[in-house]
């Protein structure tokens, strides 16, 4: 999956060229040059003055690449902003100087059909849920019956937006063990990302 980031700067911040040093770094989006069949994710660097560059270029990548994945790289990230980028299209949204551990992350959990945001604006997306999905408790019991008894808790926490960080302080384990166990659980549910492992073990009664 080819990367390209489009930023006004010339060269990329250290993190992109860490996490992707074969991507093409771009101030602006020419399709006839970089147009492929290749699945592409396009990583759009803005700053809060380009809202309209914003739409008009992820309408110009949707027009030209069926294929592609946005991300939207802010150096000032607000909810208001993600949830902007998201309506327009966008599967993710991240800081800019993001380091590149979590750079990756975003694009493999994009890759496999997810969607990645700010640990704020996803703890207030669950709450919202919360209050839509109202999963019986059968069904819930059901999906956490497929996970071992740790990678039980470690859902358990994720689905309550809880960062790893948060999780690995709670259950007293590491960060490394809780990102494998959620991991795991992701996989054995079919889950895409930790939105959709909150739904799938929200309990809210309609």
Partial sequence: MQDIFISPFSTGLHGWVEAFPKARITDFLM?????????????????????????????????????????VLTNSPNQAEALHAMSLGAVAYSHAYSPANVLA???????????????????????????????????????????????KQVAIEAAKGLSNKEIARILAITERTVKAHLSAAFERLGAKDRLHLALMLNKNQK
Avoid at 41 to 51: A, C, E, G, T, V
């Fill in 31 to 71: 399709p006839a040059k970089v147009q492929t069949n290749e699945a592409i994710i396009f990583w759009l660097h803005m700053n809060p003055d380009r809202q309209e560059w914003l739409a008009n270029t992820i309408t110009l990548i949707q027009q030209n690449y069926t294929q592609a994945k946005i991300v």
């Fill in 105 to 151: 992350e975003i694009k493999t959990v994009i890759s496999h059909g997810g969607v990645w945001m700010g640990q704020d604006l996803l703890k207030r997306l669950i709450e919202v849920s919360s209050t839509l999905a109202g999963n019986q408790n059968a069904q819930v019991t059901q999906h956490l019956s497929l996970l071992t008894n740790r990678e």
